[in-house]
Structure formats: structure tokens, C-alpha cells
């Protein structure tokens, strides 16, 4: 971790935050079998980042090394378990927002995640992401 935290001290972290919708509605263990093995690779790539599944729609944010997030992002939108991919923001920001390594993943009921959806786009004078996701975290069943 130190080696990581390391030289990414040295430089702007990247940011991508994307919507998407479930072919078909995700189990709970299924949602969790995702999450397992997400965690497993971006741990292993310096990604970070939170996953939100609400209702049959994903809601997701990687954070690390541009080249790295980017990679793993062409994966993840030819991944056959959703699709209307759509980015919200790409953006470099000075830190992480989720520092703990891997992938958090939240359930949430779907007038909750219709909600979150309007918080992702970073506006002008708006509160850090973390502060903006906070509240729908806290209402989420955690995978
Ligand atoms: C909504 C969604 C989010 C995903 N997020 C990640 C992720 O953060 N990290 C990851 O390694 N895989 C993630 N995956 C899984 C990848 O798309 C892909 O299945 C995985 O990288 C294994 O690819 P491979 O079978 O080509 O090795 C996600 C899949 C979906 C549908």
C-alpha cells in the first residue's frame, strides 16, 4: 500500500464516474459475487472507488491512475451484464475520495437511486462527492 500511496502522492488522481442498466436484475449474491471480484483487481491496480446498484441500475466511481481506470473502464463497458453506459464526469482531483482499497458496493431501493443519480455531475459550487453520496451510503444495504 505504501508503494502505491507512494507514488501516487506524486501526482493528480483520476476520477471517471459512469451510470449504467442491468440486463436483467442482479441477485443479491450475484451483486456480491461482482463486488468480490472487483475489489480483487482494483486492489491489485491502486483503484478505489464505490459501486451503487439500485433496482436493475448501476451507478459507479473509479478513482486511481488514469491509464489504469481507463483500462479498466473498456472492461467494464463491454461487460455483457449491462449496457447504455453513459460517463457522468471525468475528472482529475487532487485526492481520493474513497481512500480504502478496492471497490465499496451499496444496495439501494430504486426512488433512493433515482435520487443519487442527480448528485453524481460535479456542479460549479457544489459540496466534495463523498459529501454528496454520504447520505444515500448511510440508507444503502452494504455488498
Ligand atoms: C456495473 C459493473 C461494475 C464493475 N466494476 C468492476 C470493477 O470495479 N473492477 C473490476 O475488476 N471489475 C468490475 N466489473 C467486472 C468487469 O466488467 C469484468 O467482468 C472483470 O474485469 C473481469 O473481466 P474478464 O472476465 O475479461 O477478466 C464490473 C462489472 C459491472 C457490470
Given at each position: 500500500m505504501w508503494q502505491i500511496s507512494g507514488v501516487l502522492g506524486a501526482i493528480m488522481l483520476y476520477q471517471l464516474c459512469y451510470v449504467s442498466r442491468a440486463v436483467t436484475p442482479l441477485s443479491y449474491p450475484e451483486l456480491r459475487a461482482l463486488v468480490a471480484q472487483a475489489r480483487a483487481y482494483n486492489a491489485a491496480h491502486g483503484i478505489t472507488g464505490i459501486l451503487f446498484y439500485g433496482e436493475g441500475n448501476f451507478a459507479q466511481v473509479l478513482e486511481g491512475e488514469q491509464a489504469e481506470v481507463e483500462r479498466l473502464f473498456d472492461c467494464i463497458q463491454h461487460d455483457?451484464?449491462?449496457?447504455?453506459?453513459?460517463?457522468?464526469t471525468r475528472v482529475t482531483r487532487?485526492?481520493?475520495?474513497?481512500?480504502?482499497w478496492g471497490m465499496a458496493g451499496h444496495r439501494l431501493a430504486e426512488a433512493q437511486f433515482a435520487e443519487l443519480v442527480k448528485y453524481l455531475p460535479e456542479e460549479?459550487?457544489?459540496?466534495p462527492l463523498e459529501a454528496r453520496l454520504e447520505a444515500f451510503v448511510s440508507k444503502s444495504e452494504q455488498l
Open positions: 455483457a451484464r449491462h449496457y447504455d453506459v453513459t460517463v457522468i487532487p485526492r481520493r475520495t474513497y481512500p480504502q460549479a459550487d457544489a459540496p
